[in-house]
C-alpha cells in the first residue's frame, strides 16, 4: 500500500492483484457453500414439516371428538374418557420420533386457547384441563381453529425455555363437521439445527483453507505480474523528469505490457527528438500537464445559495483568530457535507459565506428541491452542532439562507493563467439580495418565487412579501422556508395558511382584514417579525393608503 493522499488510500498492482484473488475466491467459496447450506436447510426442513404434517394428523383422525367432547372441566380428568384419550396420545408421543409434546386444545367463549387432555406423564409439567395457553397464538395454531378445517404446521422453528421446536396443529371434527378440538404436536428440532451449525462450520473452514492456499497463490502469480509494470513504472516516472538515456530489460508474455514497454520506448525517442527544438523545462511542463482548463461558459438553470453567520463581524471580534478558524471549519464541513450529499456543488467560501449551486456542471432534474431539502438540513445541522460550541465555550451560530432558481451563466472564469468554475448573472445575484432579507424579516431561509413554483409540491413554505431587491426594479414575491412536505406538524401549516391568507388581503388593499390575521398571528407567536411586520404596515396603510397603481411590491434600499 502507498501512502494515504488526500482523498484514498492508495494500493500498489500487486496488493491489488493479490487481494482479487482472495476476494474471488471468499465469494465463490461462499456462494457454493452457502447455495448448498440452504439446499441442506430447505430440504431437511421440508421434510420434518411434512413428517410432522402426517403425524400430527393422523394422531387427530384417533381421537374420539364424542369422547373428547365431554371433556369440560378438570373434575373430568379421572374420567375414563380422559385417561383413554390421554393414553392415546402417549402411544402417539411414543410412536413418533423427536416427539416431546401432544395435546389437544379448544378455545373457550374468550376466545383463548385452552388445554383439554396433555400427554405428559409428570404431574408438574403437564398442563391441565381448562388451563389457558399463556403463549402468543402462532398462525399456524389460529389457522387451525378457523375454516376451513385442516393440518396447519409451523414455517419456521421456535425456541424457549424447553428447547428448540417446531409445531403441528391437526383438527378433530364432530360428526356435523363443527369443530371439536386441534391436536398440537411439538416435535425437538435440537438436532436439526446442531446439524446445520455443524454444516456451517465445515462451510466456513473450507472457505478459510481456500482463501489461505488461494491467497498464496496470488501473492506468487501477482509478484511475476507486477514486476515488468514496475520497471515501467519507474522508466515513466524518469521520463517525466526527462531522464531519458538506457532502455532496462523488461520480459513479460502478456501482450499488453509488450505493447506499453514499446510505446514508452517510442515515445522516449520522440521526447529525445522532441529536446532539441525546444527547452527541457518546457518539455517536463508539458509532460506533467495532466488536462488543461479553458475558458469557457454556457446558460444553464440552476438553483442559487447564499448563506451569511448573523453578526459574524461581532463574533470574530470576541474570538481570536485560531478559535475562529475553528468554529468555521466546523461550520464550513458540515455545510459543504450536505450541499455536496445533495449533488450541490460550492462555488467558493466568501468570508463566512458560501456560495453553492445546483444544476451545474452536471444537470440536476430537481435542482430547486434538492436546494430547499439542503437549506432546511443545514439549519437543522447548526441547531444540532450549537450545544457541543457551547460546552466548548464557542458561540452560538445562527445561519441565514437565500435561494433563487434561474438562468445563469456558468462555466471557467477568468483568464488563461487563473481560471475559475462560478455561476454569474442577475439570478445569482438575487439569491444573494434574497438572503440579506432574512435580516430584515427575522427568517432563517428565504427563497424566490420562482424556487418556490419548482419545489412547491415537496416543501412548506409561506408568502412573506413582494421586494423590489437593490438592483431591480421589478418585484419578487419571496417565501420563508418552513418544511419538507411530510416533516411539518399540523400547527405549522394551520399558521402558514393563516399567515397566506392575511397576505391576500394585504394585496387585496384590505388593511383592516389582514391587520386582525396578522394580530392574531402574534397573539399566538409573539416573537413572530414578519407578521409584525405587516401588521404595521397594515396599519400605516389604514391611515394613509398607496397609490391606486400601488401593487404590493416593497423597494428595499439595501442590501
Given amino acids: 500500500m502507498e501512502p494515504k493522499d488526500k482523498n484514498h488510500m492508495l494500493f500498489t498492482f500487486r496488493f491489488s492483484l493479490s487481494s482479487a484473488f482472495v476476494v474471488l475466491v471468499v465469494i ?41 367432547a365431554v371433556l369440560q372441566t378438570v373434575v373430568d380428568e379421572g374420567s375414563e374418557a380422559y385417561l383413554t384419550i390421554k393414553k392415546r396420545l402417549q402411544e402417539i408421543q411414543g410412536r413418533t420420533t423427536h416427539v416431546r409434546f401432544v395435546y ?10 385452552v388445554f383439554i387432555v396433555d400427554a405428559e406423564k409428570d404431574p408438574e409439567q403437564m398442563s391441565h384441563l381448562g388451563d389457558v395457553y399463556e403463549g402468543e397464538q402462532s398462525p399456524a395454531m389460529m389457522a387451525a381453529f ?32 363443527d369443530l371439536e378440538c386441534i391436536v398440537g404436536m411439538d416435535i425437538s428440532a435440537a438436532r436439526i439445527v446442531g446439524y446445520e451449525r455443524r454444516h456451517l462450520f465445515i462451510i466456513l473452514a473450507v472457505a478459510a483453507a481456500a482463501c489461505l492456499i488461494f491467497a498464496l497463490a496470488g ?51 520522440g521526447l529525445r527528438s522532441f529536446k532539441k527544438y525546444v527547452p527541457a523545462e518546457l518539455v517536463s511542463e508539458l509532460i506533467r500537464l495532466q488536462k488543461e482548463a479553458a475558458l469557457g ?35 464550513f464541513k458540515g455545510m459543504t457535507g450536505l450541499i455536496h450529499q445533495n449533488k450541490g456543488t460550492v462555488d467558493k467560501f466568501i468570508g463566512d459565506a458560501i456560495m453553492a449551486f445546483w444544476g451545474a456542471p452536471s444537470p440536476v432534474g430537481n435542482h430547486a428541491v434538492l436546494a430547499c431539502q439542503t437549506a432546511l ?12 460550541f457551547r460546552q466548548k465555550g464557542l458561540p452560538t451560530l445562527h445561519t441565514r439562507i437565500g435561494l433563487n432558481t434561474g438562468e445563469a451563466v456558468v462555466g471557467n472564469m477568468g483568464f488563461e493563467e487563473r481560471l475559475s468554475y462560478t455561476a454569474i448573472g442577475d439570478n445569482v445575484n438575487l439569491a444573494s439580495r434574497i438572503e440579506g432579507l432574512n435580516k430584515y424579516y427575522g427568517t432563517g431561509i428565504i427563497i424566490s418565487g420562482s424556487t418556490f413554483s419548482a419545489a412547491q409540491n415537496e416543501i412548506e413554505a409561506r408568502l412573506l412579501d413582494v ?3 437593490k438592483g431591480r426594479s421589478g418585484g419578487v414575491p419571496i417565501y420563508e422556508l418552513i418544511s419538507e412536505k411530510d416533516n411539518i406538524s399540523g400547527e405549522d401549516k394551520a399558521f402558514i395558511a393563516r ?17 386582525r390575521v396578522f394580530k392574531e398571528i402574534l397573539a399566538a407567536r409573539p416573537q413572530d417579525k414578519p407578521a409584525q411586520i405587516m401588521a404595521e404596515r397594515c396599519e400605516a396603510y389604514s391611515v394613509n393608503p398607496p397609490p391606486a397603481d400601488w401593487n404590493g411590491v416593497i423597494v428595499m434600499r439595501e442590501k
Wanted: net charge negative; charged share 20%; glycine share 6%.
Fill in 467 to 469: 421586494v423590489a431587491v
Fill in 28 to 68: 465463490t467459496s461462499l456462494c457454493v457453500g452457502l447455495a448448498t447450506y440452504f439446499s441442506v436447510h430447505f430440504f431437511i426442513r421440508q421434510d420434518i414439516s411434512e413428517r410432522l404434517h402426517d403425524a400430527v394428523g393422523l394422531a387427530a383422525m384417533q381421537i374420539d371428538p364424542e369422547a373428547h
Fill in 297 to 331: 461558459a454556457e446558460k444553464k438553470q440552476i438553483s442559487i445559495f447564499f448563506s451569511d453567520i448573523a453578526n459574524f463581524t461581532t463574533i470574530s471580534e470576541l474570538l481570536g483568530p485560531e478559535r475562529m478558524a475553528e468554529t468555521l471549519g466546523v461550520y
Fill in 104 to 113: 389437544t386444545m379448544r378455545r373457550n367463549v374468550a376466545g383463548q386457547a
Fill in 219 to 269: 501473492v506468487l502469480f501477482s509478484r511475476s505480474l507486477s514486476k515488468p509494470l514496475v520497471l515501467l513504472q519507474d522508466e515513466m516516472s524518469k521520463i517525466q523528469n526527462l531522464e531519458l538515456d538506457g532502455n532496462p530489460r523488461i520480459e513479460s508474455r502478456v501482450i499488453e505490457l509488450i505493447r506499453m514497454k514499446t510505446a514508452v520506448a517510442n515515445m522516449k525517442n
Fill in 377 to 388: 438540513q443545514c439549519q437543522r445541522h447548526i441547531a444540532g452542532v450549537a450545544e457541543s
Fill in 499 to 515: 399567515f397566506n391568507t392575511g397576505v391576500s388581503l394585504y394585496l387585496d388593499r384590505k388593511w383592516a382584514e389582514a391587520a
Fill in 146 to 177: 378457523e375454516k376451513p378445517y385442516r393440518v396447519q404446521v409451523e414455517n419456521q422453528f421456535y425456541s424457549d425455555e424447553w428447547g428448540t421446536w417446531l409445531s403441528g396443529y391437526a383438527p378433530v371434527l364432530a360428526e356435523n363437521g
